[in-house]
């Protein structure tokens, strides 16, 4: 490639970190393109030189734009073409917040695996995905996007998506590389507004928001964008402590770096570049590669390197690694890899996809509340309610590709049981003649929530309610006497209120393409539910953000009993959330028991072998996900006051009861201090199992 490099024009150099929409290179750009391409100042020279393209359509378009491309390239340097494929790619898997509840990596990875394979027949090369951001606030819309609000779930979830994309070699057809995201702490976005301001304290930064992506670039991602926020007042698409000090320097990482979509420009909003030529000098100086949708390097680098005040070699630096990365991915050997639409034919969308994403579903559902209603009798008269009883809006946000009409509604699969559906919110809006068949049912479920379309990028709320009149339903509901169960559609933690009322309460996020028949099997009892929480419920948005492993503070609340006024509290509501991180339900009735350590006292040498009895108090099978949590009494800092270090999942028969162990080692006991420095300290610790953040075993030991 350093050949390659070297037969290269600074103008074509310059080219290969322009990334811009496929059209570009098809269409008639004086008519068709006329707005996008005008504003970016960018000829067709300039264009024809780009090296990257921002999404595509399918395997024709692919082959059509990269035919045309390479006709005009002098050195045949393929576009590498990369798009947001984020929870599937026409087979669509749950929402990422949801797959989180699954606490289980194994369906991230199977997630990745399918959607590389789907996707690379439409010639994609790159997926936008993971996005690795932690999330303690509810308020943004991309919660739904992300993994949750712990790092240690966050880190396995995103190692896993990013090998199932990887498969067995990125150079091979079927397989895709990974662009981890937003770098870095876009989660952080204050007030949960979307691309607002965020400011987090270094030692929070290591600690909380850097894992994931680190543990992404380890397990073999090879590309980081960029976030739209500033970091330390920096915008992190040229913070040159991210993106050099930390990615380059610490971590070693050879990834190559790209913006968020015109995020370069926009630090011109940011107010720290004057003009266009200042926002390259800092893109290139800070470390960025490509620039997504903006033209800042290809209008203003070569004058940059000109006049002397940018060395060459930055840009030498960034455009091997581009034409590495195209190498690794196999395009100079074939520019079409895996674009076919004969193999999408039977790829996309086929069978066994699809019961992947069935499965996927069932383990993405947390029984939140269940009075013994669910499950369902198999012959249950059902009275099926609310929006969701008839919509396919339940695919989710960022599925491009998804198709909401090839899947079946709630009311086609539950149709056998059915007695009467209305999908109508307004309790007002029901007529006697309606109640009087609903009173038929043996049971009303109500199937309600917030529209896809109000999570997702740019969809912050700050009142974080079920919206309109649904949660009024609970008044009719309960009028007739009737029992109810209510199916919540959402794409982040939501106020829960009237809601409450219901006799079970099933946490289905957005589903995915299986997501009415997953949600059948759920309630008929054919599969038993086993998620938990990956993020906590507030009780309301002014607790905003409450997240589990929080510090103690000096004055720490202690319960009911604390009748200490100056204590962290609130006057009008508890510190708790409504639910907690980790927490729930089963069909099963999980106890656990006998918690054992196999030393009370550690060296740095050794290792601790930790045992739980869990019995399945119950006559039905299921799985349980065991949690295990350490706090560190007392440190050269404030530490948490738990923290998830491990996780499993198992499967009990009915009555059976299992020892199950984790094992701590060094590595759990230890912690970032501000400066990036990880570091541990004797003493003692209290270590946490149990069914939830806070349900658990404890006991303490000592790092002697
Ligand atoms: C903006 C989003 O922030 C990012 O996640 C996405 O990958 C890009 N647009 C490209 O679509």
Redesign the pocket.
């Known amino acids: 490639m350093k050949n390659l490099l070297k037969q290269m024009s600074m103008k074509e150099k310059i080219g290969q970190l322009l990334q811009i929409p496929p059209f570009f290179f098809v269409k008639d750009l004086k008519i068709e393109v006329a707005g996008p391409v005008e504003e970016l100042h960018l000829d067709e020279e300039k264009i024809f030189f780009a090296g990257s393209a ?1 999404g595509i359509g399918s395997a024709e378009e692919m082959i059509e734009v990269q035919r045309k491309y390479l006709e005009k390239s002098r050195h045949k340097i393929p576009l590498i073409f990369m798009a ?1 494929i984020i929870h599937g790619y026409k087979t669509i898997f749950p929402v990422p917040i949801a797959m989180a509840s699954s606490f289980n990596p194994e369906i991230a990875y199977q997630c990745a695996r399918i959607s590389a394979k789907e996707a690379s027949t439409s010639g994609i090369h790159v997926s ?1 995905s993971p996005m690795a951001d932690l999330s303690r606030d509810p308020r943004w819309g991309r919660v739904v996007e992300g993994f949750g609000e712990d790092p240690t779930l966050i880190s396995s979830m995103v190692e896993q998506m990013v090998k199932g994309y990887i498969g067995d070699g990125i150079e091979k057809e079927g397989n895709i590389a990974s662009c981890v ?2 770098f870095a702490g876009y989660g952080a976005s204050e007030a949960g507004r979307d691309y607002n301001t965020v400011d987090i304290s270094k030692i929070s930064l290591y600690s909380q928001y850097l894992p994931a992506y680190r543990k992404a670039l380890e397990a073999g991602s090879r590309m980081v ?1 960029t976030s739209f926020n500033t970091l330390d007042g920096v915008p992190c698409t040229v913070n040159s402590f991210l993106l050099r000090d930390v990615l380059r320097n610490n971590w070693k990482s050879n990834a190559v770096t790209i913006s ?2 015109d995020s370069l420009k926009q630090i011109l909003a940011h107010g720290i570049a004057e003009d266009m030529k200042e926002v390259a000098y800092k893109g290139i100086t800070g470390g960025l590669d490509i620039e997504m949708a903006s033209s800042a390097y290809s209008n203003h680098l070569e004058s940059l390197i000109d006049e002397g005040i940018v060395d060459e070699r930055l840009l030498d630096e960034a455009v091997l690694r581009i034409l590495e990365l195209k190498r690794d991915l196999g395009l100079f050997d074939n520019p079409y890899k895996g674009a076919s639409p004969e193999m999408a034919k039977t790829i996309v969308l086929s069978e066994s996809n699809l019961q992947a994403a069935r499965k996927a579903a069932h383990e993405s559902m947390i029984l939140l509340k269940n009075d013994g209603v669910l499950p369902l009798d198999s012959q249950a008269k059902i009275a099926l309610l609310g929006p969701y009883s008839t919509s396919r809006r339940v695919v989710g946000p960022w599925s491009w590709h998804g198709r909401r009409d090839v899947h079946d509604t709630l009311e086609e699969v539950l149709n056998d049981n059915i007695i009467y559906v209305n999908c109508e919110e307004d309790p007002k809006k029901y007529t006697k003649e309606d109640i009087d068949r609903i009173k038929e049912a043996d049971i009303v479920v109500l199937a309600i929530g917030e529209d896809e379309h109000l999570s997702g ?1 740019a969809h912050s709320r700050s009142k974080i309610r079920i919206p309109g009149k649904q949660e009024q339903m609970f008044e009719m509901i309960h009028s007739l006497g009737m029992k109810s169960i209510t199916l919540l559609f959402n794409g982040r933690p939501l106020i829960l209120d009237q809601i409450q009322q219901s006799n079970a309460l099933l946490e289905c996020w957005f589903l995915g393409s299986e997501s009415s028949s997953a949600i059948k099997d759920i309630l008929f009892g054919t599969v038993n539910p086993s998620g938990k929480l990956p993020i906590s419920f507030p009780r309301n948005e002014g607790q905003i953000p409450v997240y589990y492993n929080h510090l103690n503070t000096g004055r720490p609340y202690l319960g009911p009993n604390d009748y200490n006024e100056y204590v962290s509290k609130y006057l009008d509501i508890e510190n708790t959330p409504m639910y907690a991180f980790g927490y729930g339900l089963s069909y099963s009735t999980f106890n656990y028991s006998d918690l054992n350590l196999s030393t009370n006292r550690m060296t740095e040498t050794e290792s601790i072998t930790v045992s739980v009895t869990v019995k399945n108090d119950s006559n039905v099978e299921g799985d349980e996900i065991s949690q295990l949590y350490i706090r560190d009494y007392v440190a050269r800092v404030s530490r948490p006051v738990k923290e998830l270090k491990h996780f499993q999942k198992n499967h009990f028969k009915e009555f059976q009861s299992k020892v199950i162990e984790f094992t701590i080692t060094l590595d759990d006991l230890k912690y970032y201090l501000g400066t990036g420095d990880l570091v541990f300290d004797k003493g003692r610790f209290q270590v946490m199992v149990g069914t939830s953040s806070d349900s658990y075993l404890s006991d303490d030991f000592e790092l002697i």
Do not use: R
């Open positions: 921002l947001d936008f995201k937003h964008m968020d979509y990028e």
